[in-house]
């Protein structure tokens, strides 16, 4: 009997901890009522378990965090005050003070707190921040260059290793927007660091750490795209040369990305950051293109440059461009009709590839494919949105839809004679597919019908 | 690689590596102090005429930015680097680093005499600038490294202040003094007729009260 109890302790059920308060305050009820002996209140305590409550902890480790770094920037603004009358060494020894008490904490936190997120996220974010106070101080008693880049640079080479010694995901976001500020500034290949944080995702994303993965994933996901878009005008790259067809390609690799690694998000818009970003990419990039045809570069085809940060770029259009053709044969089982038709938009990056290699050019015409697609696709969407009763869905169809009929009203671009081809188009379109779509409600019906009969 | 990240928070490897990152974020700064004080001390001193302004800056406080007369006209590049720099594609192009060589003028102040894109000897007086842009005429205009002086947050309006206003004037000479070695600079001061900055405006606050 004990032996068939401590098999089953094995096997314990997880319990919230007030269910476990109400259940040993009503055993102990029944033990008084003799509905049950002590031995028999032992064995049914042994069953259960409370819950180990990781959310909890983290929502306090990510509260503390942000404490750490307003107590982090306030050790930098106390810096910034200058303060002239003390001397160049006694700066010197308050400019390693501050970094050297929180990694004295972090240390701490490691031996002491080992399952405390609060403690390694806010020992964490002390650490990254008193390495900028002390840089920064150091800069100010010696007249160092006001050179930023070299200063956000130490200060990211220095802090990323906290993300994984600390498994910090503030610090993560910290390094996010480090990095976004380099490219957005200098431009270069900074983006590339990116690489470094990568592999701390994967673990975040195999564990599920907190919620912060998904708040991390948000911001990396953003900052990724506009520090490669960025940097790419600065190095006047290929991707600068067709920027919006290069923006769809990547919002089409983001959203299948998600899709292949969220599949079990229950389509969450929160819960899946890539494909719900990328979905936005894909609305809003279309309808540019959908508008202005083919803009080409202020430098032109001569102005772009090719050169060994190029080629990095191009091998990323090419992966990326590989990864959507490979989805989309590989998953067209896996993926809804629409969200497959939503990938392919990343195939107008073939585009551009042949018009850069002055093969062919279909630019010019690349705003009609683009016009139907929408239409195409934005119905589609609005109808598997009403077939599975999804508002979400259901609106981010419907603005898409109605912001490219908005905008070819009042397009200006386009000839009269050219907006009534269009807009002819559109609608024998959108009468084609109601009409298709009754017909194939009706020919459900009349199965139902005749499988009720 | 999720399995070698879950060995690194083991103990054994976990305080070693967090040891090495941890100093490294000592020596770091340890390091750039040590090149201050290397330059500071074994540096060759030179004069820089200047007339400044005063933005602020979130990170570091309140400086002085520092205008330099010795870069208010573009420098051209030494005749052995000329044919290169003419060549559209070897020319320097923005924020490319280039040597500027030092030399002094009759009055003794620090001037420009011409820029480098190969390291010059050791034996000459030289910085390591970035370019601000090139010209079609064999030059360029350079950016200083050294273009801010940090000040007590008090007092920074007040040396502004009197910078602008002596600069201005003739009499008197306003000018920093750097130290330079290796083609890096530090200031050593700022001087309004060869008395320091901080002086200047205490003994001028002293008199004004």
């Known amino acids: 009997m004990t032996d068939q109890v401590e098999q089953k302790a094995i096997n314990k059920i997880d319990i919230e901890p007030n269910q476990k308060t109400w259940l040993d305050k009503q055993l102990k009820h029944w033990q008084q009522e003799e509905i049950i002996s002590t031995e028999q209140k032992r064995q049914i305590q042994i069953l259960y378990r409370t819950k180990a409550t990781r959310d909890n902890n983290w929502a306090t480790g990510i509260l503390v965090a942000i404490g750490a770094l307003l107590i982090g920037g306030g050790i930098i603004m106390l810096f910034a005050h200058n303060w002239e009358y003390l001397g160049k060494g006694v700066r010197t020894f308050l400019s390693f003070l501050p970094l050297v008490l929180a990694q004295a904490l972090a240390i701490y936190s490691y031996k002491k707190q080992s399952h405390s997120a609060a403690w390694w996220e806010a020992s964490a974010t002390l650490v990254f921040m008193t390495i900028a106070a002390s840089i920064a101080l150091i800069g100010q008693t010696y007249h160092i260059y006001g050179d930023l880049e070299r200063f956000v640079l130490t200060w990211l080479l220095l802090g990323i290793p906290l993300v994984y010694l600390l498994r910090s995901s503030m610090v993560l976001i910290l390094c996010t927007i480090l990095i976004v500020w380099l490219c957005t500034f200098e431009g270069k290949l900074y983006w590339l660091f990116f690489a470094l944080l990568f592999p701390y995702w994967i673990y975040a994303y195999k564990n599920k750490v907190n919620a912060a993965f998904y708040w991390s994933t948000w911001l990396a996901a953003i900052g990724f795209a506009i520090a490669l878009m960025l940097s790419s005008l600065f190095r006047r790259s290929f991707l600068d040369f067709y920027p919006v067809i290069f923006l769809l390609l990547m919002s089409a690799a983001y959203f299948l990305l998600g899709k292949i690694l969220f599949a079990k998000a229950n389509n969450s818009f929160w819960k899946n950051p890539l494909s719900s970003l990328g979905a936005i990419g894909i609305g809003l990039f279309s309808i540019i293109i959908s508008s202005e045809g083919n803009r080409s570069s202020y430098y032109g085809r001569e102005g772009v440059i090719l050169n060994w940060e190029s080629y990095i770029d191009l091998g990323l259009y090419f992966s990326a461009l590989a990864f959507i053709i490979f989805g989309l044969g590989k998953y067209f089982k896996h993926l809804k009709f629409h969200q497959w038709l939503m990938v392919a938009s990343g195939l107008v990056a073939i585009l551009a590839l042949l018009d850069f290699a002055q093969w062919i050019s279909l630019l010019g015409w690349l705003f009609i494919g683009m016009n139907l697609y929408i239409l195409v696709c934005s119905s589609l969407i609005i109808i598997r949105a009403i077939e599975e009763g999804k508002t979400l869905l259901l609106n981010a169809g419907l603005i898409w839809l109605s912001s490219l009929i908005a905008l070819r009203f009042f397009d200006s671009d386009v000839s009269i004679l050219g907006k009534g081809i269009v807009f002819i188009l559109i609608g024998s379109a959108f009468i084609g597919i109601n009409v298709w779509f009754n017909k194939k409600r009706k020919q459900q019906l009349q199965r139902q019908e005749l499988n009720h009969d | ?209």
């Open chain 2, 1 to 209: 690689m999720i399995s070698y990240l879950n060995k690194l928070w083991k103990k054994n490897i976990w305080l070693p590596i967090a040891g090495l990152v941890f100093l490294i974020q000592l020596l770091v700064p340890a390091y750039m102090i040590f090149e201050q004080q290397q330059t500071l001390k074994y540096g060759e001193l030179h004069k820089f005429k200047i007339r400044p302004i005063d933005p602020y800056d979130p990170f570091r406080g309140r400086y002085v930015v520092l205008s330099f007369e010795a870069v208010t006209n573009a420098i051209p590049y030494s005749p052995h680097d000329k044919i290169a720099a003419e060549d559209v594609k070897s020319a320097p192009k923005r924020n490319d680093w280039v040597y500027a060589i030092i030399t002094t003028d009759e009055k003794g102040y620090a001037k420009f005499s011409e820029l480098k894109i190969d390291r010059p000897k050791s034996d000459e007086n030289f910085l390591r600038v970035q370019i601000r842009y090139s010209n079609i005429h064999n030059s360029a205009s350079i950016i200083i490294p050294f273009d801010r002086y940090y000040a007590p947050e008090n007092k920074a309006y007040s040396i502004e202040d009197q910078v602008r206003r002596r600069s201005r004037n003739s009499q008197d000479n306003v000018y920093v003094a750097v130290r330079v070695r290796n083609g890096k600079g530090t200031i050593e001061d700022l001087y309004i007729n060869e008395v320091p900055i901080l002086e200047f405006v205490e003994s001028n606050q002293k008199k004004a009260n």
